[in-house]
């Protein structure tokens, strides 16, 4: 039988994932101006919870990202600066001037 904390743990592990992939890709199917606000409040929390909700749900700490946590165990080692800036800023900011691209005509 499954205990609490393993189920805990993955459950948050799928739910991450999924809400990963559907932010990432939303570029392909909201409205480019939803996208943008998604991107607000992304940071919205990141400033007001000083982290990911998710996260700190799954890992139970908030120094603790899902990125770090699984591309360390997969072998890589980045820095908690270099990655934060990637994804609070570099993929961000591709998924709204995608989905600007995608849907803006000019």
Known sequence: MVDMKTFRYYFFLFLHIALIVAWYT?????????????VVL??????LVKGCILSRWQFGKESEGFFYHYLRRFGFNPTKEGLSFVLGYIIPGAMIILAVALQVEI
Request: glycine share 0%; hydrophobic share 45%; aromatic share 26%.
């Open 26 to 38: 939303s570029p392909f199917y909201l409205d480019w101006r939803i996208v943008i606000v998604t």
């Open 42 to 47: 992304y940071h919205l929390q990141i400033y």
